[in-house]
């Protein structure tokens, strides 16, 4: 049992991994030691959930090679974990889906160790909407607070048009929350002050400074390895070995969906909705 | 082609993952010339009378740069440097290291070289090390001029610092600039040894910053804690208060 107002909390990041780097993995360091030394948490999982084939991006290459890196970069944690349910989808799921995914999962496992009544409990507050649109976490005793690992940068993305459903935004900040790693040089409490459902929010959205610039841009990565300099000690020594193994990233990978329009926009754009 | 052997001074306390960046990155450019074929590089820790704060024992910076170094199939640590009595300036390790080179060349390089043509020895080090040859009574000028002239600088930017800009205030450097080579980190990545310091004191997670089995060696030893970053307090650089105006080290963050 956790001491009473300690909700443990599981790390969900949702993102390319094309490919994992080691800013991938200090983002989860940053965010647990962040959480945990406020007194109120302690995180007890990290989940990496890598996007789909559907999400349409440039230079993506296949969810099965993402995964297996992502895999071989966490072998030496003993807390972040990758999960392939998102990337097997035949389809880009949005966001907030993946979030409620896990969720269920999360509940369905408390289920198996918990008695049957503490279930029914939970199930049932699920279902009340004025618990889910509850800042307030202490409230949510009776089981694990999911929460979605990002950076700056997708707060900042929520503001741009056709990018986000507004109701899943409300849903993700609301009735989950957002550990979001901030760089210097960017100011995400203006993005909280400009929006309206994240200032309504705001507790839930916990911001994490990163106490040392880390930059390692998967973007940055791909293009090292194209013209073949090192990108060593910028992700795990096996992510590199099953890069060179698979040859992954060439020019011609790059090219993968160079004229496509992103998943997300092809479906929130001109109403068309899948 | 010229074979090359790039040598890093510094505390290495402890060695992180930016510092064995600098070699990927030195040496990719070297190559990128088309004139220079790196063939190793070193890693040569400061001795213990270096007297700067936070310094731990030689033998356990060395035992992490070790550890951090096992995967490296060109970049070694050398030991030399470290077990000298008094401090020892890099022109000095840079001078030994080209007349050991030629007894006893297997130590310090991973590939063959054409016999007859021993490799060059270059100086690797951050942007900041530009500007310390112009801080007034730091380095001899006839060391500034031996570094740069007979040896070589290959110098990494990292974050805004201006290699250029302290290379045209220098007559010296301007003057060798044919031997120096300014390398751009695209990258913003500021992992210094005093913040990896600074954050296992205070209990804060360093992983991915530094290689797994130096942060193990670092819990087993008990290695940086507020005492061990008490050491040296109070006393002057090696360098400061040696007779003689001495050139400080590459690597100290």
């Known amino acids: 049992m956790d001491p009473l107002g300690v909700t443990p909390v599981v790390l969900l990041a949702c993102g390319s991994f094309n490919p994992i780097t080691n800013m991938h993995l200090r983002m989860f360091e940053l965010a647990r030691d962040h959480l945990e030394d406020s007194g109120r948490y302690r995180v007890v999982k ?25 895999r071989l970069a966490t072998e030496n944690s003993d807390w972040i974990t990758v999960d392939s349910w998102e990337s097997l989808q035949s389809e880009w799921v949005e966001t907030a889906k993946v979030i409620r995914h896990h969720y269920e999962e999360l509940l369905a496992a408390q289920a198996d160790s918990n008695d049957v009544d503490t279930v029914k409990h939970t199930k049932k507050r699920r279902m009340d909407e004025n618990y889910f649109e509850s800042s307030s976490h202490q409230k949510r005793r009776d089981g694990p607070q999911l929460m979605l690992l990002c950076g700056a940068d997708v707060l900042e993305s929520f503001g741009v048009p056709n990018l986000w459903r507004q109701e899943d935004i409300t849903e993700i ?73 698979c040859d992954l990233y060439s020019d011609v990978s790059e090219q993968k969906n160079a004229d496509v329009v992103l998943a997300p926009l092809q479906r929130y754009t001109g109403g068309s909705s899948s | 082609v010229e074979p090359q052997l790039l040598l890093a001074c510094g505390s290495f306390n402890p ?56 995967s490296s199939n060109w970049v070694r640590v050398d030991e030399w440097e470290s077990q000298q009595p008094d401090w020892t300036e890099t022109v000095v390790t840079m001078r030994y290291k080209t007349c050991t080179l030629n007894t006893l060349p297997s130590q310090y390089h991973a590939l063959p070289f054409p016999s ?138």
């Open chain 2, 116 to 253: 007859g043509h021993s490799p060059q020895l270059k100086l690797l080090c951050g942007a900041d090390f530009l500007d310390t040859f112009k801080v007034p009574g730091l380095w001899q000028d006839e060391h500034v001029e031996e570094v740069a002239g007979r040896f070589g600088l290959v110098c990494v930017s990292r974050g805004r610092l201006q290699p250029e800009q302290a290379m045209h205030e220098s007559d010296t450097l301007s003057r060798h600039r044919q031997n120096i080579f300014l390398v751009r980190e695209w990258m913003r990545n500021e992992t210094s040894a005093t913040e990896v310091r600074r954050a296992l004191r205070r209990g804060l997670s360093v992983k991915y910053l530094i290689p797994d089995s130096v942060i193990e060696y670092i819990h087993k030893h008990h290695l940086y804690t507020e005492d061990s970053e008490r050491r040296n307090k109070d006393v002057v650089l090696r360098p400061l208060s040696k007779q003689v105006q001495q050139p400080v080290n590459s690597w100290d963050d």
């Open chain 1, 173 to 245: 900040v609301g009735r989950y929350g957002l550990a979001c790693i901030t760089r210097s040089g960017c100011d995400p409490h203006k993005f909280i002050h400009q929006s309206d459902v994240l200032w309504r929010h705001r507790k839930n959205i916990h911001i994490i400074h990163e106490w040392v610039a880390n930059e390692i841009s998967a973007t940055h990565v791909r293009r090292a390895l194209r013209r073949g300099r090192s990108v060593r000690y910028l992700l795990p020594d096996a992510v590199l070995q099953y890069i060179q193994e």
């Open chain 2, 15 to 70: 060695i992180t993952n930016q510092h064995m960046r600098l070699f990927e990155l030195a040496r990719d450019h070297l190559h990128s010339t088309g004139q220079y074929q790196v063939v190793g590089g070193i890693v040569s820790p400061v001795s213990d009378s270096y007297g700067k704060q936070g310094l731990v024992q030689a033998k356990h910076r060395i035992a992490m740069a070790k550890l951090a170094l096992q």
């Open chain 1, 46 to 70: 990290g989940i990496i959930s890598p996007v789909g084939d559907g999400y349409k991006k440039k230079g993506l290459i296949e969810a099965c090679h993402r995964l297996q890196m992502a």
